[in-house]
């Protein structure tokens, strides 16, 4: 194995794109460093009501 | 506590603004972490040293002042970008008044005044006055489609959905007397089950659409209404008066992410979103960065979604040897034996902050369950699902010897794992847990009624401890996942996957029923961005031929699945077996071929990928031609197909483009419903405007037609501004046709996949699961999930093989526990089990025996749905975790009055 490569990937922004990068890198077998600005991750889908086409709960 | 305390009121973000929040605070209830934060813009002991409420209050010291900010440094093998956008501020339009009219908010306020969480606490009212509108109109693409006033050249590809959305909800809220229109300029709704969607608010909901873009909004004296003026279909001027007005923004790049992106030396394009390319759509300009979400173009959740997972398949494939190598491996605890052990039952009452403590009297509750029987421990906690709760759960555990747990806090869907994490961690078997959900189903509904909530929740809570008294411990099977993937389909979509899989190290078997590779992508010309496909795919089809990871077998098709999750057996033609130990479905789709507008009475009528062919061939023909048309919706948004086909409309603004580029004197003609350029596909919209296409709209219920008459090609179609039958004689026709699935009943039984009415496979998850399927260790990607363009299949791809290698880099899974098991000695062999399980779980015995021909259950096969439990006509099933035994237990302690 190479040392030159580094298995872990930074992920920055946790709305829903990168949380989902980011789990499925840590499920892979990487290690994940999530960066978010904000006190909580969650995005802007947090901040929506219901999501198209299915109506569910964007929570 | 901290929060009550603290006397500074600021705006709340997360609320758009639209009501206060604490200096000190948590975004929303449901925020991870749900931790306080402290905004050092707007605390007054971190601006003038003073107050210092929230530190004298917090019972646990959590509160520092003089926390900086500080610089990490890490070291890391890739970059993901998922920053994402920031809706669009129409501040800047003075004809619109939104900074100015109370009642004229954006879609983003909307959003939180219909939640539940909301400021109104989802009561649908306007701004100015807390009433109920009557009339609500929403104005679409604003801050999109839009160079004049503000600088979004691109559409932002949600709207259209997101405002259909808001006003079917509003309508929900308020009743359908409620009033609800939406002037757009083409209603965009390319996605999968959109158009449907569209078709049902505009067909049974009542929402109203009307084609016009309204220019300015004036106020109506003495009242808070809104009075707009537009030109409606007929050329007419419309006066309408409106309750409240909700503009439609759209997605914008904010300066900070351009700023942060220039830093990074990472391209973006002319509307900021980060330059990509067709086949390599989630890879920036810069090596070793990828991007993901909005910031690579406007996109909605499927597709955002989709988007992160290609991104972690390309920042992961890049450092494949070294997986593995920086990761935290859990220690695994010894489990203790409890076996014939008198249960000892922990209780943990969560106070959930204010969640369930401002309702329930949590004191109380954690008091009379010291009073039931088997509870040796009792105690309440302010979050039970904090990292330092957890640990005390732990150590409690351990310290007080504890054998049976229960959680009263939330509900068991979000944290039940989390808990039974806990257990292992102490050494606890983790089926020993139960959860009983005092917030959800009691503090947030009985708000008003306090006293009565906490009876409830002691009543919840005496039910699960009956139940989890008699709980035992349950095994879960450990399967070896087979590191071999197969993928069907040899496409574009599964070569992609393939060679992903391959690179990641990953033998590989590709099945394709033609005799070679490429699929529908040896019938395209050159992709948006102008590349050539065939080079691609060339490229590509090479690049699988020397990697010796990869088995291609061409001419091939399934006969015979056997198995299940990282162990199936596959047969396919010629009696080949191939192990292996997930599947991607790239099965593709294919076009239609059309019965209307004349096609195959003339060879001047053709289909969009003749159209394709006609250019690969440089036919000398198309320069000679002086007038060409196009008709688009050709078998899509019909009646018997109602989706629309994603790929059309760019597919033929795209050529017409081309048309005009070889001979600009060529009068083009592009005959649509609605131009769906979606994202900055519309920029190529705008171009074959500006070089002269020319545009003319139809109606579903007006279509053109189309003769052969003295050798010559006729379109008759009724000019949408003129409002006057057209005859426009052409050299050449091309009908946009629809993409059709390709329906194989044959593999959808194979692997118990479902297919939609259109003939598309469902994913698991309309957004959250888009790349795989209900079906444990099988994935799709491509057409046969849903019409879409190169990039976006080869991102779907990507995708598909992020969600597979997180299986297979698991190496062995683990089974859940709580499944139905027979008890032979009572089974009649009677096969209603057999019959009714979806999951084909239960089987007769083959094994010589006392039990030959009862009934078995494959554990791994097992989704533990129940079916069979309350089928059994003998009593011969039960269910691991709730026995009949169990479930009496919970039910005859619902009260003692039952």
Sequence with gaps: MSKDVIGSVMVVGGGIAGMQSALDLADSGYYVYLVEKNASIGGVMAKLDKTFPTNDCAM | MCTEKCPKKVVDTYNEGLRKRKAIYVEYEQAVPLKYAIDPTQCIKMIKDKCGNCEKVCPTGAIVYDQKEKTTKLNVGSVVLSPGFKPFDPSI??????????????????????????????????????????????????????????????????????????????????????????????????????????????????????????????????????????????????????????????????????????????????????????????????????????????????????????????AGEILT????????????????NVDNERPRIGVFVCSCGTNIAGVVDVKAVAEYCETLPYVEFVTNNMFSCSQDTQEKIAETIREKNLNRVVVAACTPKTHEGLFKETLLAAGLNKYLFEMANIRNHNSWVHKETPELATEKAKDTIRMSIAKVALFQPLKEAELQVNQTALVLGGGLSGMTTAKSLATQGYETHIIEKSDKLGGQAHNLLKTVQGEDVREKVAELSSAIDSDDKITVHLNSEITDVEGFVGNFETTISGDNKIEHGIAVMATG????????????????????????????????????????????????????????????????????????????????????????????????????????????????????????????????????????????RVDLLTLATAIIPNRDEKIAQFFKLPVNDSGFYVERHAKLGPSEFATDGVFLCGLAHYPKPIDESITHAQAATSRAVTLLARESIHTNGE????????????????????????????????????????????????????????????????????????????KEAV
């Design chain 2, 93 to 314: 339009f003075d004809t619109y008044q939104y900074s100015k009219f109370k009642n004229v908010i954006t879609s983003t306020e909307m959003e939180r005044i219909l939640s539940a969480s909301g400021p109104t606490g989802g009561h649908l009212v306007r701004p100015s006055d807390n009433e109920e509108p009557k009339k609500i109109a929403w104005f679409q693409c604003i801050g999109s489609r839009e160079i004049n006033r503000c600088d979004n050249s691109h559409c932002s590809s949600v709207c259209c959905m997101y405002a259909t959305k808001e006003a079917v909800m509003a309508k929900e809220h308020n009743g359908p007397e409620l009033d609800t229109a939406i002037f757009y300029m083409d209603m965009r709704t390319p996605g999968k089950d959109f158009e449907a969607y569209y078709e049902d608010a505009k067909e049974n909901k009542g929402v109203r659409y009307v084609k016009s873009r309204v220019h300015t909004i004036d106020p109506i004296t003495g009242t808070d209404d809104l009075e707009v003026r537009y030109a409606n279909e007929n050329g007419e001027i419309v006066k309408e008066q409106f309750d409240m007005i909700v503009l439609s923004v759209g997605l914008e790049i904010p300066p900070e992410t351009v700023e942060f992106a220039g830093k990074l030396g990472v391209e973006l394009t002319d509307n900021n979103f980060a330059k990509t390319s067709v086949f390599n759509p989630v890879k920036t300009s810069r090596d070793g960065i990828f991007v993901c979400g909005s910031f690579q173009g406007p996109k909605d959740i499927p597709e955002s979604v989709i988007d992160a997972s290609a991104a972690a398949t390309a």
């Design chain 2, 321 to 336: 040897e070294s997986r593995n190598t920086n990761v935290k491996i859990a220690e695994v605890i010894t489990e203790i």
């Design chain 2, 589 to 728: 789709a294919s076009p239609y071929k059309p019965e209307e507008y004349c096609y195959g009475q003339d060879d001047r009528i053709i289909t969009a990928l003749d159209l394709d062919r006609k250019f690969m061939d440089n036919d000398a023909a198309l320069k000679d031609m002086t007038s060409a048309a196009f008709i688009q919706c050709v078998g899509s948004r019909e009646k018997d197909r109602p989706y629309c086909s994603r790929v059309c409309c760019t597919h033929s603004v795209d050529n017409a483009i081309e048309l005009k580029k070889l001979k600009p004197e060529m009068n083009v003609y592009i005959i649509y419903r609605d131009i769906r350029t979606y994202g900055e596909r519309e920029l190529l919209y705008k171009e074959a405007r500006e070089l002269g296409v020319i545009f003319i709209r139809y109606d579903r219920d007006n279509k053109p037609s189309v003769e052969v008459k003295d050798g010559e090609v006729i379109v008759n179609v009724t000019d949408h501004v003129l409002g006057r039958p057209l005859e426009i």
């Design chain 2, 819 to 894: 499944i139905a098991v027979t008890s032979p000695q009572n089974c009649s062999s009677c096969g209603i089990c057999v019959s009714v399980c979806p999951y084909s779980a239960p089987s007769f015995t083959t094994a010589k025996g006392p039990n030959l021909g009862r009934a078995e259950i494959n554990p791994v096969l097992c989704k533990g749905c129940g079916l069979c439990v309350a089928s059994c006509r003998s009593g011969a099933i039960n269910h691991n975790g709730f026995d009949t035994g169990q479930i009496y237990a919970q039910l005859v302690n619902v």
